[in-house]
């Protein structure tokens, strides 16, 4: 069984670095695309980036390149989500799934809650 | 940038038929841009419903059915059920090789 488990909520303070992690099982890790989506409170989905996992190939959208830093970990099956200064708007619902072909989630992990507040 | 649009909200009667759109600020949405669905229920994580334009992802109801209307991609509803209540998002696939959502569609079964 495909399955996808994100690290617990967060509570941190503007200006703190903050990486999130995502561990894949079930499937071959390497060979399938992660991707990573925020949601804001009460709003729709934002298709943040992708990171093809066997030889960390990323692509970002124009929205969030330079504001985090996406990565995985082959060795571990984990695939990551970073922020080096967060922001009280980067407050969110963060969900990374797996993007079946480099085009369309299928699997989706439970969500990590951030929330940044001084 | 591109935006993907989508109706903001959809109502229809239990047992009834919806069809959601998504297209294209600029152009038409063709299989090209591999259209996929979703639906999301308030604190959920989103479920994948439909991919690659018209395949049902694995356990999802054959009431749900994609495909390509005119210059748009589209998922139809057949038979609409009260657990149906959700909100509906789209993404398309493109060229440059990143997704994009669509602003997302509440439909609402009454």
């Known amino acids: 069984e495909v399955q996808l488990v994100q690290s617990g909520a967060e509570v941190k303070k503007p200006g703190e670095s903050l990486k999130i992690s995502c561990k894949g099982s079930?499937?071959?890790?390497?060979?399938?695309?992660i991707g990573w989506v925020r949601q804001m409170p009460g709003k729709g989905l934002e298709w943040m980036g992708i990171?093809?996992?066997?030889?960390?190939?990323?692509r970002y959208s124009p929205s969030f390149q330079g504001q985090v830093t996406i990565s995985a970990d082959k060795s571990i099956d984990t695939a990551y989500l970073q922020w080096n200064s967060l922001k009280a708007s980067d407050s969110a619902m963060y969900y990374c799934?797996?993007?079946?072909?480099?085009?369309?989630?299928?699997?989706w992990g439970q969500g990590t809650l951030v929330t940044v507040s001084s | 940038q591109t935006v993907v649009t989508q109706e903001p909200s959809f109502s229809v009667s239990p047992g009834g038929t919806v069809t959601l759109t998504c297209g294209l600020s600029?152009?038409?949405?063709?299989?090209?841009?591999?259209p996929s669905w979703y639906q999301q229920t308030p604190g959920q994580a989103p479920r994948t419903l439909i991919y690659s334009t018209d395949t049902r992802s694995s356990g999802v109801p054959d009431r749900f059915s994609g495909s390509i209307l005119g210059n748009k991609a589209a998922l139809t509803i057949t038979g609409a059920q009260a657990d149906d209540e959700s909100d509906y998002y789209c993404?398309?696939?493109?060229?440059?090789?990143?997704?994009?959502f669509g602003g997302g569609t509440k439909v609402t079964v009454l």
């Open positions: 600029s152009g038409s949405v063709s299989t090209s841009y591999y």
């Open positions: 079930g499937y071959s890790f390497t060979t399938y695309w």
């Open positions: 990171v093809y996992p066997g030889d960390s190939d990323t």
């Open positions: 799934a797996r993007w079946y072909g480099g085009n369309s989630g299928d699997h």
């Open positions: 993404v398309l696939y493109m060229s440059s090789g990143i997704s994009v």
